[in-house]
Antibody, heavy 115, light 108 residues
Framework: EVQLVESGGGLVQPGGSLRLSCSASGFTFSRYAMHWVRQAPGKGLEYVSAINNNGRDTFYADSAKGRFTISRDNSKNTLYLQMTSLRAEDTAVYYC????????WGQGTLVTVSS | EIVLTQSPGTLSLSPGERATLSCRASQSVTSNYLAWYQQKVGQAPRLLIYGASSRATGIPDRFTGSGSGTDFTLTISRLEPEDFAVYYCQQYGSSPITFGQGTRLEIK
């Protein structure tokens, strides 16, 4: 069974940093591109970042460029999102998503940016 | 960036009726890499359709995706009570990946 479990969310002050992790199981992690998608409270889905299967190619939404870094450790079946210079508008549930068409999603981890 | 516009914003129908949801792209979606998701309150989105018309694993055949280029449609042939949710389209053919703003399907 495919499972994606996010962790690392929480309350952080504006300007702070946070690292999200996504632990994957039930499939060959190294074969799939992975993504982060977020959803602000009561709002729609917003693509954040993507990484190809071997980690060599990364993609970012404009809102994430220069502040967020996506990475992966295929030996640990884990996806990461390092977030810096966090703003109130980054407050959202962050989902880990498998493959370009998003066939599996984690349950999400809530990031709250507030003083 | 490809902008996806979904219509209507809210659709009010009764169980048993047919639902037609639209997703229009600001430019042609590469290789028709267009997906549809269903999201219920408090849950993660679930993939329904990929490649514009391919049903994801376990999705009932009352869900049908169609269209190409810039105009796409999700049709639910006979609404079941569990189908009332928010639906999003997404294009994944061009970077950045983009989502539509969603259509809320509510019980009339």
């Amino acid at each position: 069974e495919v499972q994606l479990v996010e962790s690392g969310g929480g309350l952080v002050q504006p300007g702070g940093s946070l690292r999200l992790s996504c632990s994957a199981s039930g499939f060959t992690f190294s074969r799939y591109a992975m993504h982060w998608v977020r959803q602000a409270p009561g709002k729609g889905l917003e693509y954040v970042s993507a990484i190809n299967n071997n980690g060599r190619d990364t993609f970012y939404a404009d809102s994430a460029k220069g502040r967020f870094t996506i990475s992966r450790d295929n030996s640990k079946n884990t996806l990461y999102l390092q977030m810096t210079s966090l703003r109130a508008e980054d407050t959202a549930v962050y989902y880990c998503v498998r493959d370009w068409q998003g066939d599996y999603w984690g349950q999400g981890t809530l990031v709250t940016v507030s003083s | 960036e490809i902008v996806l516009t979904q219509s209507p914003g809210t659709l009010s129908l009764s169980p048993g009726e047919r639902a037609t949801l639209s997703c229009r792209a600001s430019q042609s979606v590469t290789s028709n890499y267009l997906a549809w998701y269903q999201q219920k309150v408090g849950q993660a989105p679930r993939l329904l359709i990929y490649g514009a018309s391919s049903r994801a694993t376990g999705i009932p055949d009352r869900f049908t995706g169609s269209g190409s280029g810039t105009d796409f449609t999700l049709t639910i042939s006979r609404l079941e009570p569990e189908d009332f949710a928010v639906y999003y389209c997404q294009q994944y053919g061009s970077s950045p990946i983009t989502f539509g703003q969603g259509t809320r399907l509510e019980i009339k």
